[in-house]
């Protein structure tokens, strides 16, 4: 079946570092792809997507490429702030009509000033 | 887009209480709605899924149910709470897209 699989947390940053969260992911067909963000005591909620191969989602600095060659979705962001302290989340819709998304098990991030 | 909306927002409950909690939204009609749970530290796992009024696919055989006696309305259920039912319950809509939209979840503290 469907997995994601991204990197342990927590990741701790200072203010300004570059953050790479990985993500890799195991699918049929063409999945679309996604990150959520939760920030802490609240639901999760989209970062950004991408629905098709060398696809690159982006919003809010963050930036992530859907790489089929090496079913990999990383996020990225070249200057973290202390408000993107958060849990971050991998997931994977497979299409097709599917109901289900699959989600990662969450990275949390910390960044200290 | 869809707005969810989820209540109460935090519950502490004995073991052997029963529970009720409710999800509704705004901004869709016929939405395809989900319940996770999220424990500690831990990721998402789906509970319940629902593709319309009375039809609900269980996930994890469990100690718990769920509804769907209106279109947008999403109700997870417990006969007698456990200790292991503690967690954050997070409901979550997708209408006519691969895109997820979530409430902002129950907190449930079972003692």
């Known amino acids: 079946g469907d997995s994601v699989t991204q990197m342990e947390g927590p990741v701790t940053l200072s203010e300004e570092a570059f953050l790479t969260i990985n993500c890799t992911y195991t699918?049929?067909?063409?999945?679309?792809l996604f990150w959520y963000v939760q920030y802490p005591g609240e639901g999760l909620q989209l970062l950004l997507k991408?629905?098709?191969?060398?696809d690159k989602g982006s919003n809010k600095g963050f930036e992530a490429t859907y790489r089929k060659e090496t079913t990999s979705f990383h996020l990225e962001k070249g200057s973290v702030q202390v408000s993107d302290s958060a849990v971050y989340f991998c997931?994977?819709?497979?299409?097709?009509?599917?109901?289900?998304?699959?989600f990662g098990t969450g990275t949390k991030l910390q960044v200290i000033p | 887009s869809q707005t969810i909306h989820q209540w109460p927002a935090t519950l502490v409950q004995p073991v052997g209480s029963p529970l009720s909690l409710e999800c509704t939204v705004e901004?869709?009609?016929?939405?395809?709605l989900y319940w996770y749970r999220q424990a500690a530290g831990r990721g998402l796992q789906l509970l319940f899924y629902?593709?319309?009024?009375?039809?609900i696919s269980s996930e994890v055989p469990q100690n718990l149910s769920a509804s769907r006696p209106q279109d947008r309305q999403f109700i997870l259920s417990s006969k007698k709470l456990l200790l292991s039912d503690s967690g954050f319950y997070l409901c979550?809509?997708?209408?006519?897209?691969?895109?997820?939209?979530f409430g902002p979840g129950t907190r449930l503290t079972v003692l």
């Open positions: 629902s593709v319309g009024i009375g039809q």
């Open positions: 901004g869709t009609s016929n939405p395809n």
């Open positions: 979550a809509s997708t209408r006519g897209t691969d895109t997820q939209y």
């Open positions: 699918a049929t067909g063409y999945p679309s």
């Open positions: 997931a994977l819709h497979p299409g097709g009509g599917y109901q289900k998304v699959t």
């Open positions: 991408a629905t098709k191969a060398d």
